[in-house]
Antibody
Framework: QVQLVQSGAEVKKPGASVSVSCKAS????????IHWMRQAPGQGPEWMGW????????TYSQKFQGRVTFTRDTSATTVYMELRSLTSEDTAVFYC?????????WGQGTPVTVSS | ESVLTQSPDTLSLSPGERAVLSCRAS???????LAWYQQRPGRAPRVLIY???YRATGIPDRFSGSGSGTDFTLTISRLEPEDFGVYYC?????????FGGGTKVEIK
């Protein structure tokens, strides 16, 4: 079965960077794009962008452009999200999701807390 | 890109009742890639409906989706206790993906 397993919770100081991983299994890794979402407490998911897992081409939401980078390691079937210059607004759960044109499978989420 | 507005904010219904959730786009959607997700507390969202009206694998037939243009609906024909949670609509555009603000379904 399709599984997306994310790395564990993180606590960071303002201005720092965070890296979250998303390991895919149960399907052909390069067949589908992986998207990332941020969900702040009590809010709905917010789309951050996506990475084509075959070519590595990325597209970022304007809101996060310049502050986020997605990469992938095809041999490890893993996608990485790095978010820089963290603020309290980035205290949220971050999700990766496989796209079939809709978000068919989701990781379990990685809580990130930004606090001084 | 379209902004998705969901209504109502909260629905409080009894088991067996019908729930109708609305998702309205600020402009006609460019395609029919409108999906609905259910999210329970502390869990990731899970897809219920994709491409407006197709049920995802394993989703009971009490869930149905419809709509076109700017108005889309998720209907739960007979609420079960496990249907509580927050429901989000989501559109996949050419280069932009947007979520609605959510409707919370409470079971009386």
């Amino acid at each position: 079965q399709v599984q997306l397993v994310q790395s564990g919770a993180e606590v960071k100081k303002p201005g720092a960077s965070v890296s979250v991983s998303c390991k895919a299994s149960g399907y052909t890794f390069t067949a589908n794009a992986i998207h990332w979402m941020r969900q702040a407490p009590g809010q709905g998911p917010e789309w951050m962008g996506w990475i084509y897992t075959d070519s590595g081409k990325t597209t970022y939401s304007q809101k996060f452009q310049g502050r986020v980078t997605f990469t992938r390691d095809t041999s490890a079937t893993t996608v990485y999200m790095e978010l820089r210059s963290l603020t309290s607004e980035d205290t949220a759960v971050f999700y990766c999701a496989r796209s079939l044109g809709w978000f068919s499978d989701w990781g379990q989420g990685t809580p990130v807390t930004v606090s001084s | 890109e379209s902004v998705l507005t969901q209504s109502p904010d909260t629905l409080s219904l009894s088991p067996g009742e019908r729930a109708v959730l609305s998702c309205r786009a600020s402009q006609p959607l460019s395609n029919d890639y409108l999906a609905w997700y259910q999210q329970r507390p502390g869990r990731a969202p899970r897809v219920l409906i994709y491409r407006t009206s197709y049920r995802a694998t394993g989703i009971p037939d009490r869930f149905s989706g419809s709509g076109s243009g700017t108005d889309f609906t998720l209907t739960i024909s007979r609420l079960e206790p496990e249907d509580f949670g927050v429901y989000y609509c989501q559109h996949s555009g050419t280069s932009m993906f947007t979520f609605g603000g959510g409707t919370k379904v409470e079971i009386k």
